[in-house]
């Protein structure tokens, strides 16, 4: 508990007296100040418009790719994978999604992840992936597709955490969310309630989770100009 008070008054200090920050957004364009001379954030460098727009993407000026981009991709990654499927890089690859599979632990819905730590959240995509029946290929597939369209990317974000959030968004999106369905008595009668509810998809779990794919696709690193 002190510890946590201690670090609460530290955070209070360093957002009450920035240091060396700058007076406006580093984003060209932007005129917007920075959360620290606003006094309310610590970044020096970037807005709160700028740096929301990081948590969601992983740049801070850069959009995340869209399915349709990416799709192109995906096609020509996983038949490649397919045809090279009995590869060791391949193998060793396919393996370590499997293995993070059976890892993870059981499925949690997703409306129960609110408040979970990062790790868990991530933990849970991959659950829900195993539940769905998702083939190891198509999560291999995800991280060599980004890898692909970075490069030719004209103007790309070059920097891990980038390609580590878009794998972490395809990889959300094959996840799917929980979907509840049920009868309940009211005044006028019976009628059918829904829950449907999908992750976040921003944030430091994005982090985590395309971290684990890529690491688990790194044995593939070598053999991507192949394809």
């Given at each position: 508990?002190?510890?946590?008070?201690?670090?609460?008054?530290d955070i209070r200090r360093r957002i009450a007296?920035?240091?060396?920050?700058?007076?406006?957004?580093?984003?060209?364009?932007?005129?917007?100040?920075?959360?620290?001379?606003?006094?309310?954030?610590?970044?020096?460098?970037?807005?709160r418009r700028h740096v929301d727009h990081y948590?969601?993407?992983?740049?801070?000026?850069?959009?995340?790719?869209?399915?349709?981009?990416?799709?192109?991709?995906?096609?020509?990654?996983?038949?490649?994978?397919?045809?090279?499927?009995?590869?060791?890089?391949?193998?060793?690859?396919?393996?370590?999604?499997?293995?993070?599979?059976?890892?993870?632990?059981?499925?949690?819905?997703?409306?129960?992840?609110?408040?979970?730590?990062?790790?868990?959240?991530?933990?849970?995509?991959?659950?829900?992936?195993?539940?769905?029946?998702?083939?190891?290929?198509?999560?291999?597939?995800?991280?060599?597709?980004?890898?692909?369209?970075?490069?030719?990317?004209?103007?790309?974000?070059?920097?891990?955490?980038?390609?580590?959030?878009?794998?972490?968004?395809?990889?959300?999106?094959?996840?799917?969310?929980?979907?509840?369905?049920?009868?309940?008595?009211?005044?006028?009668?019976?009628?059918?309630?829904?829950?449907?509810?999908?992750?976040?998809?921003?944030?430091?779990?994005?982090?985590?989770?395309?971290?684990?794919?890529?690491?688990?696709?790194?044995?593939?690193?070598?053999?991507?100009?192949?394809?």
């Amino acid at each position: 508990m002190t510890r946590r008070q201690d670090r609460k008054l530290d955070i209070r200090r360093r957002i009450a007296g920035p240091q060396d920050a700058y007076d406006r957004c580093r984003v060209v364009g932007c005129t917007q100040p920075t959360t620290a001379i606003k006094k309310k954030g610590l970044n020096r460098l970037y807005c709160r418009r700028h740096v929301d727009h990081y948590r969601r993407h992983g740049s801070y000026f850069k959009g995340s790719y869209g399915a349709g981009e990416l799709r192109p991709y995906r096609v020509r990654a996983t038949a490649w994978l397919e045809q090279h499927r009995d590869e060791p890089a391949t193998v060793e690859a396919l393996n370590a999604v499997s293995k993070l599979y059976r890892r993870v632990g059981p499925h949690v819905e997703a409306f129960r992840l609110a408040g979970k730590p990062p790790t868990d959240r991530a933990n849970a995509i991959w659950a829900s992936l195993r539940e769905r029946g998702v083939d190891p290929v198509d999560v291999v597939a995800c991280s060599l597709a980004v890898a692909m369209r970075i490069k030719d990317d004209l103007q790309p974000d070059w920097h891990d955490e980038y390609r580590e959030v878009q794998v972490a968004k395809l990889l959300h999106r094959m996840a799917g969310g929980s979907h509840k369905r049920w009868e309940r008595e009211g005044v006028s009668g019976r009628k059918v309630v829904e829950l449907h509810k999908h992750p976040n998809s921003r944030g430091r779990v994005l982090r985590v989770l395309g971290k684990q794919a890529i690491k688990a696709a790194s044995s593939l690193d070598d053999l991507r100009e192949l394809l």
